[in-house]
């Protein structure tokens, strides 16, 4: 069907936006096709500490197998799911998927690992939000402290109140709160301090800053805003020894990266962990 775009009495027809709404509801529809057919997966990336070098924690990140192989980014997917809504379902999934896997780290031997998602704004906007992540935690028995919302600043700016509401909430029933992309978005320092936040997560755009001889003053104003906020700061993106020292030198307090670890299906996973910190 021609997609017409009416502007005053003038009606166009543009085939290439007409092929890419069809790519998209196509890409929507077989997103949805998978999910219900359990095929997305959660990887994991460890996140480390600077100081021990032990993991301290792991971000879980979606999946999507292309069927060849391969995967579809979720650069390109999540906006979709965003989009259409679906996001609300498969976050849920993402949620309770995390916590299953927390607590089989648990029973493993592995009770310090919190494990951190992320969330978008159609998940908050979901007024059983709050209780879809209580239900999760419940329903694989873990401390509330084992898991981590990650949330970007423009999910913050996007609904200022419910978002601050929400997150207060889980706050006060122990789960830890980080704010994911630090310095990408449009940030208001007001909100830094409204929100119920445990970790600053440095963009690994300004990590990626830091080459020798050059010194990097964003990932340095950040770890020492984030570090007089009394947030933990963690650098995201380190690809090289060179950037795991100096942000250890600024002050950052753990890193996640490719020089650590890639994301990793979760059996790879246990086999890492065992291999590195028995
Ligand atoms: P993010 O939350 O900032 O996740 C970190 C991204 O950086 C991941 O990309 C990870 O694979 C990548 N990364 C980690 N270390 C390095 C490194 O050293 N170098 C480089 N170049 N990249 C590194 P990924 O897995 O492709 O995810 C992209 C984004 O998609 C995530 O960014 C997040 O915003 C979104 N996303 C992923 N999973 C979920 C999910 O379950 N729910 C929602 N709402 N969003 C998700
Ligand atoms: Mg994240
Ligand atoms: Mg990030
Ligand atoms: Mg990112």
Redesign the pocket.
Known sequence: RAKRHHTENFAFYAPEIEESTTTQLGMIRKLRSDFADTKLQ??F?PQIDLRSGRVAGL????RWPDGKGGYI???EF?PLA?YSGL?VD??RW?LEEACRRISQLRENGYEQLRVA????IPQFRDRYFVEKVKTALDRYNCPSGSLEL?I?ESVVMDEPQIVIDALAALKAHGVAIAI??FGTGFSSMSYLQRLPLDRL?VD?SFVNDIVPGKNAVIAETIVSLGNKLGLVTIA????TQEQARYMTELGCDEA????YA??MPFDDLMQFLSGRQG
């Open positions: 959660l990887w990336q971000e879980g990140l979606l980014p979720p650069s999540i965003e996001i498969i976050g993402v998602v992320n969330i978008s990650e970007t994911d992309d997560k690994r995201e993106g380190v690809e996640q990266g490719y020089l890639r994301p």
